[in-house]
């Protein structure tokens, strides 16, 4: 196999097809059907319809609790059937699947980088492809295939197809650290309502998390108090570091979106003494 990958059996999946439709189970059918003995771990289907960054902070996140020799197959694609490119690349052991839309590289990135046989346009003559391929669905009949070829080891990573070096790249938001606040974007609202922002919390002076922290919203002139600590801290707003790392304003018991007016993307201030 390529350098750094050994395969071990297990491929992640990941998409937002939902569970009403049977899209997910016919790309799990599809992996099963190249080899009956993997295992397929199945992430979460329930990214947001079309949002590739969403897709690429789950996958992030995801990615690096696997050991390596994992393949993770991702499946956001709304230009499927369009000339974008269907790639996979090898990074720090493990091999991410999917479509060139920039879905797979805060992954690739988290996991150390691309290496071994790098960023790889997928050749659909050199995997087990459904044939013929259809325009709609490249997660069943093109991505779920490669997938579970890299995974069985029938094919090795290098052996995709011809290497590329521009990948469609998703710039990670910037967060701005001046004296006593930080300008952050909310990066994803989780299921329970906690923002997740846009910055690392060791990014951040030391102790600014430890003492007075105040909050303002999104248009908002005023702002809004907050405590340091863990969800159980009261039953305002808390502010501290999560467990991926990055900076997380929650309400325990209740929702921070709801309390803030706050969604993906909406960008708001910490401010601390």
Known sequence: MGPGFTPRGIVTFLSDFGTRDSYAAEVRGAI??????????????????????DGAWVLARTATAFPPGTVHLAV????VGTSRRAVAVEAGGHVLVGPDNGLLGWAASALGGADGAGWREIDAAGVPA???ISLTFHGRDLLGPAAAA???GRVAPGSLGRRIDDPVVVPFPAARVGTGEVLAEVVRVDGFGNLILA??????????LAGEVSIVPPGGATAVPAVSGPYGTGGGLVVHEDSSGYVEVAVPGGSAAER????????????WR
Do not use: F, Q, W, Y
């Open 199 to 208: 910055v690392r919390a060791s990014d951040l002076p030391p102790g600014a």
């Open 150 to 152: 890299i995974a069985s």
């Open 130 to 132: 459904r044939n013929p």
């Open 260 to 271: 803030l007016g706050a969604r993906a993307g909406t960008r708001m201030a910490l401010r």
């Open 76 to 79: 956001v694609d709304p230009g």
């Open 32 to 53: 099963l059907s190249v080899d009956p003995g993997l295992r397929v771990i199945d992430v979460t289907h329930e990214i947001a319809r079309h949002d590739v960054r």
